[in-house]
C-alpha cells in the first residue's frame, strides 16, 4: 500500500503529464516509493502500477532494466562505483578494491551490520569527476582517492 505522502508526490509528477499519460511518471514514481521504503518489492510494484492504471509488467519492465532501482533489500547506505571506461581509466579499480575490502563485502552484498551495500554502476555521466561513487542515488563523490573514500565511511558511519 502506497503512503499518502508517496502519493502525494506521485501526484505532482502527474501533473507534468497529459491525463491520458499516466505510464510517463513511472520513473518518478519507482523513485519515490524506493527513496521511502529502501528498496521495491514485488507488492510495491504492484502497487505502483495499480495507482497510475497501468500494467504490473510495465512497471517491472522499467523497474529491472535501470540498476538505480533496486529489487530486495539494500544497506541504510547503497554505494553504487561506476566501472565504466572513463572511471577505469582513472582507477575505479583501486577504489573498488578498497571498498571491498574495508566493507569486507563483494558488489551487491549488504553488510553484516545492515548498514552498506556496494553496487557496480553504469556510467553517471560525470566522467570529468571520475572515478566517483553516488550514495543512494543522491549524492555524488568524484575525484575518488582511497583516502577520501575512508572519509566518506567515516561521515556515513
Known amino acids: 500500500m502506497l503512503s499518502q505522502a508517496s502519493i502525494d508526490k506521485i501526484d505532482y509528477e502527474l501533473t507534468k503529464y497529459p491525463a491520458d499519460k499516466r505510464l510517463a511518471a513511472v520513473m518518478s514514481a519507482l523513485r519515490i516509493v524506493q527513496t521511502e521504503l529502501g528498496w521495491l518489492s514485488k507488492e510495491s510494484i ?3 502500477a495499480k495507482y497510475l492504471g497501468v ?3 510495465a512497471v517491472l519492465e522499467v523497474a529491472t532494466f535501470y540498476n538505480m532501482y ?7 547506505y547503497k554505494i553504487s562505483i ?10 575505479s579499480d583501486v577504489i573498488v578494491e578498497h571498498l571491498q575490502t574495508k566493507l569486507g563485502v563483494g558488489f551487491n552484498e549488504v553488510t553484516a551490520d545492515g548498514k552498506f551495500c556496494l553496487k557496480e554502476a553504469e ?6 569527476g571520475a572515478p566517483l561513487i553516488a550514495v543512494n542515488n543522491h549524492i555524488m563523490h568524484e575525484f ?5 573514500v575512508d572519509a566518506i565511511l567515516q561521515e556515513l558511519k
Not at 533496486?70 to 541504510?76: F, S
Not at 561506476?82 to 582507477?91: E, P, Q
Not at 556510467?123 to 570529468?128: E, F, I, K, L, P
Not at 575518488?144 to 577520501?148: A, C, F, G, N, Q
Request: overall charge negative.
Open 46 to 48: 504492484s502497487d505502483i
Open 55 to 57: 500494467p504490473d509488467i
Open 70 to 76: 533496486d529489487l530486495q533489500p539494500v544497506g541504510k
Open 82 to 91: 561506476c566501472t565504466n571506461i572513463s572511471c577505469m581509466l582513472r582507477d
Open 123 to 128: 556510467c553517471m555521466g560525470a566522467c570529468g
Open 144 to 148: 575518488l582517492t582511497p583516502e577520501k
